[in-house]
């Protein structure tokens, strides 16, 4: 039995009240709208809040349905009387409705109030449809919502000409009359009230979120109303040193290259080159030159021009000039995250892309408040003797590592093997990427991450309470599963032992049914481990010998879920996880409930006849979904390993939700969430990290056997 302290209790209780608050907002009576807008600025580059906010921004009209009928939405124009009728039904506690609502919201906020003078709105005053269809695994955009649910009204496909007519500058920067387009300008109209009419659909169609996910939606359009606060002047200064750096690398590649190119920016010219040189590669893609630069065969020549063209090339420093048309007039990033943008309910990016800024590479060591000012100066001189310095200090401490090792395993000190980071005066500017991100004046940062939360929620969900222990006894799983690979005693290991990255490779890839190839290639591009066949099909083996729990759950998952397909009327279930076909007009879905009551959809599902890894016949699940290499709808299959991935993620992010509205309740500002981070930029005598971490980790009912933990940190810029 879970036994919570006062401040859990009391968010707690605070959350329930919540939830019953929601729960009479989503049966009040609604009103969808659109608007219509134009601006000099680009909205797909500087996102809602900053286009809203912009002086040329303004209405060029709004549709809306007061009674919920197509035929009688109104079109509202800024010269003609305000719509009485609709601020009479939000007076009475009617809700707004539209898709990507907070664009609707900006405009609202930014552009209605001030100029027009309309009554004020929150963000628990509008609900999405978009997150409606993600909630289901549906296309978030109103022309594919309305194909792929087979809805009666669709999005006009003329609009995308009509919008570049009226609602950008032409190319004397001004904007077109109407007056001088009239009859584009009547089609302009109908499609406005199109897009109304096609979101009404939607949102008769599709179910309401629950309250608990409805009131994470509203969090995340909190968080994203706040934004996180930039430090501009170290953005400045990055960008300008990362163009004289650049310059120089492409001095040096081009001497190199002796006029067989210009800049490294020409790839096919550095692709030939290096053929020429003797290293032919099938493409110039950064996965492809990583796996290359880790070999051992590669012509010193050929290894020094593919470094130019990685450093010269990394999109990591273009961040620093894209975050800067993004902040506002409040000196902050808005709209930063995508509420359930997975089919798991994880977030999202947008924008600055917080979720995918490069992994820093500098010494853990490292004083970031200190490399920033050293950037501000603007001296590539200083920045190139940091680089250097921090080079020396990471030798010596990679040194006094090694050597403890191996006095620990009672093995011979060889100084060949020790590897620590070279200079790089590029990488020093990219690793800073996270320190950008800070907070105003006399506030502070928290952040707290779980531990190992996947794997943690994979064994509770395989119903594994021997290896849960594990972590009840607060050992490190990664180490313990590397002992077992390398058969090497854990006392002889430790966090900073060689043998524990494939130890933690092993635990998060191996768990949803991946095979020593795929583990290999795995293994090499993406945590940069060369490991052999044999080593590989060894972990594959270790792991699933020792967590049989584990395969059983994905062979049971995917037996029900293909059940629940073949019989549609049927509900199947296994270890608290239900499937279940439901319709929603034409469009099928099975539905995946998870412990939470959470559901994870995945539209018009099939059973087909194929063949396994041995070649023989077996019944495949598959449904329609977005393919992630080529970003379009088609059909997918899916089996027993990603369902269970798709489960666990999904538990763990349910867990996190639970745990952020417990501190957005209890007061601190949340911001962003990372992965499996959580941030707040709070007053600096406000809370603590021990209760910011407590409230995190507070468990749900449904999940109170779970043993999790975070580790946090307090501090005025965000870091990993």
């Given at each position: 039995?879970?036994?919570?302290?006062?401040?859990?209790?009391?968010?707690?209780?605070?959350?329930?009240?919540?939830?019953?608050?929601?729960?009479?907002?989503?049966?009040?009576?609604?009103?969808?709208?659109?608007?219509?807008?134009?601006?000099?600025?680009?909205?797909?580059?500087?996102?809602?809040?900053?286009?809203?906010?912009?002086?040329?921004?303004?209405?060029?009209?709004?549709?809306?349905?007061?009674?919920?009928?197509?035929?009688?939405?109104?079109?509202?124009?800024?010269?003609?009387?305000?719509?009485?009728?609709?601020?009479?039904?939000?007076?009475?506690?009617?809700?707004?409705?539209?898709?990507?609502?907070?664009?609707?919201?900006?405009?609202w906020?930014?552009?209605?109030?001030?100029?027009?003078?309309?009554?004020?709105?929150?963000?628990?005053?509008?609900l999405?449809?978009?997150?409606?269809?993600k909630?289901?695994?549906?296309?978030?955009?109103?022309?594919?919502?309305?194909?792929?649910?087979?809805?009666?009204?669709?999005?006009?496909?003329?609009?995308?000409?009509?919008?570049?007519?009226?609602?950008?500058?032409?190319?004397?920067?001004?904007?077109?009359?109407?007056?001088?387009?009239?009859?584009?300008?009547?089609?302009?109209?109908d499609?406005?009230?199109?897009?109304?009419?096609?979101?009404?659909?939607?949102d008769?169609?599709?179910?309401?979120?629950?309250?608990?996910?409805?009131?994470?939606?509203?969090?995340?359009?909190?968080?994203?109303?706040?934004?996180?606060?930039?430090?501009?002047?170290?953005?400045?200064?990055?960008?300008?040193?990362g163009?004289?750096?650049r310059?120089?690398?492409?001095?040096?590649?081009?001497?190199?290259?002796?006029?067989?190119f210009?800049?490294?920016?020409?790839?096919?010219?550095?692709?030939?080159?290096?053929?020429?040189?003797?290293?032919?590669?099938?493409?110039?893609?950064?996965?492809?030159?990583?796996?290359?630069?880790?070999r051992?065969?590669?012509?010193?020549?050929?290894?020094?021009?593919?470094?130019?063209?990685?450093?010269?090339?990394?999109?990591?420093?273009?961040?620093?000039?894209?975050?800067?048309?993004?902040?506002?007039?409040?000196?902050?990033?808005?709209e930063?995250?995508?509420?359930?943008?997975?089919?798991?309910?994880?977030?999202?990016?947008?924008?600055?892309?917080?979720?995918?800024?490069?992994?820093?590479?500098?010494p853990?060591?490292t004083?970031?408040?200190?490399?920033?000012q050293?950037?501000?100066?603007?001296?590539?001189?200083?920045?190139?003797?940091?680089?250097?310095?921090?080079?020396?200090?990471?030798?010596?401490?990679?040194?006094k590592?090694?050597?403890?090792?191996?006095?620990?395993?009672?093995?011979?000190?060889?100084?060949?093997?020790?590897?620590?980071?070279?200079?790089?005066?590029?990488?020093?500017?990219?690793?800073?990427?996270?320190?950008?991100?800070?907070?105003?004046?006399?506030k502070?940062?928290?952040?707290?991450?779980?531990?190992?939360?996947?794997?943690?929620?994979?064994?509770?969900?395989?119903?594994?309470?021997?290896?849960?222990?594990?972590?009840?006894?607060?050992?490190?799983?990664?180490?313990?599963?590397?002992?077992?690979?390398?058969?090497?005693?854990?006392?002889?290991?430790?966090?900073?032992?060689?043998?524990?990255?494939?130890?933690?490779?092993?635990?998060?890839?191996?768990?949803?049914?991946?095979g020593?190839?795929?583990?290999?290639t795995?293994?090499?591009?993406?945590?940069?481990?060369?490991?052999s066949?044999?080593?590989?099909?060894?972990?594959?083996?270790?792991?699933?010998?020792?967590?049989?729990?584990?395969?059983?759950?994905?062979?049971?998952l995917?037996?029900?879920?293909?059940?629940?397909?073949?019989?549609?009327?049927?509900?199947?279930?296994?270890?608290?996880?239900?499937?279940?076909?439901?319709?929603?007009?034409k469009?099928?879905?099975?539905?995946?409930?998870?412990?939470?009551?959470h559901?994870?959809?995945?539209?018009?599902?099939?059973?087909?006849?194929?063949?396994?890894?041995?070649?023989?016949?077996?019944?495949?699940?598959?449904?329609?979904?977005?393919?992630?290499?080529?970003?379009?709808w088609?059909?997918?299959?899916?089996?027993?390993?990603?369902?269970?991935?798709?489960?666990?993620?999904?538990?763990?992010?349910?867990?996190?939700?639970?745990?952020?509205?417990?501190?957005?309740?209890?007061?601190?500002?949340?911001?962003?969430?990372?992965?499996?981070?959580?941030?707040?930029?709070?007053?600096?005598?406000?809370?603590?990290?021990?209760?910011?971490?407590?409230?995190?980790?507070?468990?749900?009912?449904?999940?109170?056997?779970?043993?999790?933990?975070?580790?946090?940190?307090?501090?005025?810029?965000?870091?990993?």
């Open positions: 039995m879970t036994i919570h302290k006062p401040q859990q209790v009391e968010a707690i209780n605070k959350l329930c009240f919540a939830l019953k608050k929601t729960s009479k907002i989503l049966s009040t009576d609604r009103v969808v709208i659109d608007f219509e807008t134009k601006c000099e600025l680009d909205l797909k580059k500087v996102g809602a809040y900053v286009y809203s906010e912009h002086e040329s921004c303004d209405v060029l009209m709004m549709s809306y349905s007061l009674t919920g009928k197509p035929e009688n939405t109104k079109l509202w124009f800024p010269d003609s009387k305000p719509p009485m009728g609709l601020f009479t039904l939000l007076a009475s506690g009617t809700k707004l409705v539209a898709l990507n609502s907070y664009f609707e919201y900006c405009i906020k930014h552009v209605c109030v001030p100029k027009y003078d309309w009554p004020d709105i929150e963000l628990t005053d509008i999405d449809v978009a997150d409606k269809c909630a289901l695994a549906l296309p978030s955009g109103l022309e594919e919502a309305a194909e792929v649910t087979q809805v009666d009204h669709k999005k006009n496909p003329a609009g995308k000409k009509l919008i570049k007519l009226f609602c950008m500058p032409n190319k004397h920067g001004e904007f077109n009359q109407p007056e001088y387009y009239p009859l584009e300008w009547e089609n302009f109209c499609y406005c009230v199109d897009d109304t009419n096609a979101e009404l659909a939607l008769k169609l599709l179910p309401d979120l629950s309250p608990i996910e409805q009131e994470i939606a509203w969090l995340t359009d909190r968080m994203n109303w706040r934004g996180i606060y930039i430090d501009k002047t170290a953005c400045k200064a990055a960008e300008k040193l163009a004289q750096l310059k120089i690398y492409n001095k040096q590649a081009a001497d190199m290259a002796q006029g067989a210009e800049k490294c920016t020409q790839r096919e010219k550095v692709k030939v080159w290096l053929m020429e040189n003797g290293l032919p590669l099938p493409d110039m893609q950064g996965k492809t030159i990583d796996v290359v630069l880790r051992d065969d590669v012509p010193i020549k050929c290894r020094k021009m593919l470094e130019l063209y990685k450093i010269t090339g990394a999109t990591a420093i273009a961040k620093f000039t894209k975050v800067q048309v993004m902040i506002a007039k409040d000196g902050r990033i808005h930063l995250l995508n509420y359930h943008k997975a089919r798991t309910g994880r977030w999202g990016g947008k924008g600055f892309q917080i979720h995918n800024l490069m992994r820093p590479v500098l853990k060591h004083d970031y408040e200190e490399v920033l050293i950037i501000k100066t603007g001296s590539l001189e200083k920045l190139e003797e940091l680089a250097t310095r921090l080079s020396l200090e990471d030798k010596v401490y990679q040194i590592k090694a050597k403890e090792i191996a006095k620990l395993r009672d093995i011979y000190y060889v100084h060949a093997d020790t590897k620590w980071w070279h200079a790089n005066p590029m990488q020093v500017l990219t690793s800073c990427l996270r320190a950008i991100i800070s907070v105003a004046l006399d502070q940062m928290r952040c707290a991450d779980y531990s190992a939360i996947e794997a943690r929620v994979l064994l509770w969900q395989a119903g594994d309470e021997k290896a849960l222990d594990i972590f009840r006894r607060g050992e490190d799983i990664y180490l313990d599963m590397a002992s077992s690979i390398y058969n090497i005693p854990l006392r002889m290991l430790n966090k900073e032992s060689d043998e524990r990255p494939l130890g933690k490779e092993t635990i998060l890839g191996a768990g949803y049914g991946m020593h190839v795929k583990f290999r795995r293994c090499d591009e993406v945590a940069g481990i060369k490991i066949e044999d080593l590989a099909q060894r972990s594959i083996r270790t792991y699933r010998n020792r967590f049989p729990k584990v395969t059983q759950l994905w062979r049971e995917e037996k029900a879920a293909i059940k629940a397909v073949r019989f549609p009327s049927l509900a199947t279930k296994y270890n608290g996880i239900k499937f279940k076909v439901k319709r929603y007009g469009m099928p879905i099975l539905m995946c409930r998870l412990p939470s009551g559901t994870l959809g995945y539209p018009y599902p099939k059973v087909i006849i194929g063949e396994d890894n041995y070649g023989k016949e077996v019944p495949k699940l598959t449904y329609q979904g977005y393919d992630s290499y080529t970003n379009q088609t059909t997918l299959d899916t089996y027993g390993g990603k369902l269970c991935e798709n489960v666990v993620q999904a538990i763990a992010r349910d867990l996190m939700a639970f745990g952020m509205l417990l501190l957005d309740i209890t007061g601190y500002n949340l911001i962003m969430t990372v992965h499996d981070e959580t941030v707040s930029e709070d007053d600096e005598e406000f809370g603590s990290l021990e209760e910011f971490e407590t409230l995190l980790c507070t468990l749900p009912g449904w999940g109170s056997t779970l043993p999790i933990t975070s580790e946090g940190w307090t501090g005025v810029r965000y870091r990993k």
